[in-house]
């Protein structure tokens, strides 16, 4: 862990094959957003595209960071990968949340699907990782010292 937190690029760079992968593995899957009365259907194989793009470029960030011979914040750097590799982990496993699936009141037997809620909590997720990112990556870049 502590060869992870000072070269977390490596990480980042490890995650965009992985991510690739995943595309391929969930070309199918559907992800469906219910809002007000608007249905939006995204394929979860362009999501894990995006998500290659993104770690494609938070490496970069990192590496940027190492080639100026500085060094990320540990504490900050930790925040980060804890709060991407849950919402990574989450974006995954959305649809393996079954404790969290309730029934409807009027109608017992129908199942109500709430991965939509782990889907909120892992982009809650990702957005602090995100801002976490940042701050670290200029707070590191700006340090005077290594």
């Known amino acids: 862990m502590k060869k992870l937190i000072t070269i977390p690029y490596l990480l980042f760079f490890w995650l965009i094959p992985v991510s690739i992968i995943l595309a391929f593995i969930f070309k199918n ?4 957003i219910n809002y007000y009365n608007a249905n939006f259907i995204v394929e979860l194989k362009y999501i894990y595209y995006i ?4 770690f494609c470029l ?3 960030n990192y590496y940027a960071i190492y080639w100026s011979n500085k060094t990320p914040k ?5 925040i980060h990968i804890t709060l ?7 974006l995954i496993t959305h649809k393996n949340w079954s404790w969290l699936q ?9 199942v109500l699907d709430n991965s939509n809620f782990i889907l909120l909590i892992s982009f809650s997720f990702f957005l602090l990782a995100t801002l976490f990112h940042l701050f670290n ?3 590191s870049l700006f340090s005077k010292s290594k």
Do not use: C, H, R, V
């Open 58 to 60: 938070i490496g970069f």
């Open 137 to 139: 990556f200029f707070l």
């Open 29 to 32: 899957d559907e992800i469906s």
């Open 51 to 54: 998500s290659a793009f993104y």
């Open 74 to 78: 540990k504490g900050l750097t930790l």
């Open 84 to 90: 991407q590799i849950i919402s990574f982990a989450l």
């Open 102 to 110: 309730s029934t409807n009141q009027t109608n017992e037997n129908l």
